[in-house]
C-alpha cells in the first residue's frame, strides 16, 4: 500500500441526514469509495471542526460527534465506530510544522458529521483508521492551501485526504420544498468552481472571495468552502483533475465534489 498513491478528495456532506436520505449526491458517496484504492488511513478535513490553528485529532478511539439539533431521532442513534491513527496525526503535524505553519494535536477529539456522514456512506464499515483536521475560518484559502501542499505526501503512503465541507453554504437562504428551485446565484458560483477548479486556475481559486460572483452569498461564513483548499494544495502537483458529481439541494446548496489525482 506504501506506493500506492491515492486522489485528494473535495466532497459536499450536505444535511446529516443525507445518510438517511436517498438521493443522488448520498448515492454517489455510496459509490465514491469503490472508485479508488483502498487507503490505508484517512485524513479527513471537516467543516464542522474550527480553530484558532491547524489542529488534528489524535484519539485511538474517536467518539462520534452528534454537532447538530433538532433532526430525526434515527441520526443520533448512528455511530461511526473507526479506529483514530495518533501515528497519522503526528505525522501530519510535522509535516504541516515543517512548512512553516504551527499544528496542533488533540488527544482525543471525535469524528463530528461533516467527516462521519460522507465516511459512512464511503466506508460504512469503519475499518479504516480516521484522522480529522480542523479549518482556520480567520485565515484566508491560501493559507488552507498551503497546509494541503505540505500533507501531499501521504498521499503516496496510502493516506486518502479527504475534504468534507460544501461548494456552497447559505443555510440562511435554504428551503426544504422539494419543489424548490436552485437560486441562480448559486447556480453561477458552482460553474465558477468548476470552470477554475478544472482549469487549475489557481489565481482565481485563491482569490475567490473577489472573484468568484456572488461570493459572499454564498459563503456567509467561510468555513465550509475551506477543506477544498486543503484538497487543492495535497493535489497541486496532481496531472488530473475531476468534476466528479455535480447536485443542488435546498434552494441554496451546491453539492458538488471534485478529485485531484
Known sequence: MNDISLP???????????????????RFLKRLGGLIPRPRAILCVSAHWTTQRPTLSAASRPETIY??????????????????????????????????????VHPDRGLDHGAWVPLMLMYPEADIPVVQLSVQPRQAAEFHYRVGKALASLRSQGVLVLASGGATHNLRDARFDP??????????????????????????????????????ANHP?????????????????????????????????ALDAYAWY
Not at 209 to 214: E, F, G, I, L, S
Not at 225 to 248: D, F, I, K, Q, T
Open 221 to 253: 461564513t467561510p468555513e465550509h468552502l475551506l477543506p477544498l483548499y486543503v484538497a487543492l494544495g495535497a493535489g497541486v502537483n496532481h496531472s488530473e483533475v475531476m468534476a466528479l458529481h455535480r447536485a443542488y439541494a435546498y434552494h441554496s446548496l
Open 179 to 216: 419543489q424548490s428551485p436552485t437560486a441562480d446565484y448559486v447556480m453561477r458560483f458552482a460553474d465558477w468552481l468548476e470552470r477554475n477548479i478544472t482549469t487549475n486556475n489557481l489565481d482565481e481559486l485563491l482569490n475567490y472571495a473577489d472573484r468568484a460572483p456572488d461570493a459572499a
Open 8 to 26: 485528494s478528495l473535495f466532497v459536499s456532506h450536505g444535511a446529516p441526514t443525507l445518510v438517511l436520505q436517498e438521493d443522488a449526491t448520498q
Open 67 to 104: 454537532d447538530f439539533y433538532g433532526f430525526p431521532d434515527a441520526l443520533y442513534d448512528l455511530t461511526y465506530p473507526a479506529a483514530g491513527a495518533p501515528e497519522l496525526a503526528e505525522q501530519a503535524q510535522r509535516l504541516i510544522e515543517g512548512a512553516g505553519i504551527e499544528c496542533d
